[in-house]
């Protein structure tokens, strides 16, 4: 399987030395998607993509990440501006609502957006003052899944699981689904793709460390089918 492209600001990986690199990679790829749901990618991230060295093992995730290169290859940065712009934005409210809230009940701002508040402040996360979507939306899980994921303290793994239980498996992977049917998706439709095969794939990896079936000497690689 191919590396996610390393995205992340060389802050974020200070102090990570003795990351496993499956834990590396699941947090590198959260990094990417919780970047291209939080805005459109530039000329240089597409470019980044589009060289990005790519797998041909024939799993759904590598065929994932193929698919994205070969997307990024295509588009340009205009484009995907106003792909993005009529997917999540809109006049309004864009084609996709990428809030947990909205996919768990309908509406904005629910419980399960004062569930995750409540999550966010046992685990030390802050909300920044000049953010104004609220805390569910997509990219900022991703964006904290990918910081739970560097983390090689004890018990990380439990505390990931039970965050991906809670605030991510219930949901994401429907957003990732209606992101591929988007009439106006195109380079997100593989970008959909990826999201919803590494969100399979992580949910897999996880329940089996909830399991206790993954034992210290014989490691999971999520990724791998």
């Not at 003795?18 to 470019?47: F, I, K, M, N, Q």
Request: hydrophobic content about 40%.
């Amino acid at each position: 399987m191919t590396e996610a492209p390393a995205l992340h600001d060389a802050t974020a990986a200070a102090g990570i030395s003795s990351l496993e690199p499956e834990d590396r990679l699941r947090a590198d790829t959260y990094r990417v998607l919780g970047r291209l749901l939080a805005a459109p990618p530039d000329a240089e991230t597409l470019d980044l993509f589009a060289t990005a060295p790519v797998s041909n093992e024939d799993n759904l995730l590598a065929v994932a990440w193929r698919m994205l290169a070969m997307s990024a290859e295509r588009a340009t940065p205009g484009e995907v501006a106003d792909e993005y712009q009529t997917l999540f934005i809109g006049l309004g409210r864009g084609e996709l609502v990428p809030f947990g809230s909205w996919y768990l009940t309908g509406f904005l701002m629910e419980q399960p957006l004062a569930r995750l508040r409540t999550d966010m402040q046992k685990l030390g996360f802050e909300r920044q003052d000049d953010v104004a979507e609220p805390e569910d939306h997509a990219a900022a899980l991703c964006e904290i899944m990918a910081l739970l994921a560097e983390d090689t303290g004890p018990g990380s793994l439990e505390v990931q699981a039970a965050f991906f239980e809670t605030h991510i498996g219930t949901w994401m992977t429907r957003l990732f689904r209606d992101m591929q049917e988007a009439s106006s998706a195109r380079f997100y439709r593989a970008v959909g793709q990826l999201g919803e095969q590494f969100i399979n794939t992580d949910q897999r990896y996880l329940e089996m460390v909830e399991r206790s079936d993954a034992t210290p000497g014989e490691p999971v690689r999520p990724g791998i089918s």
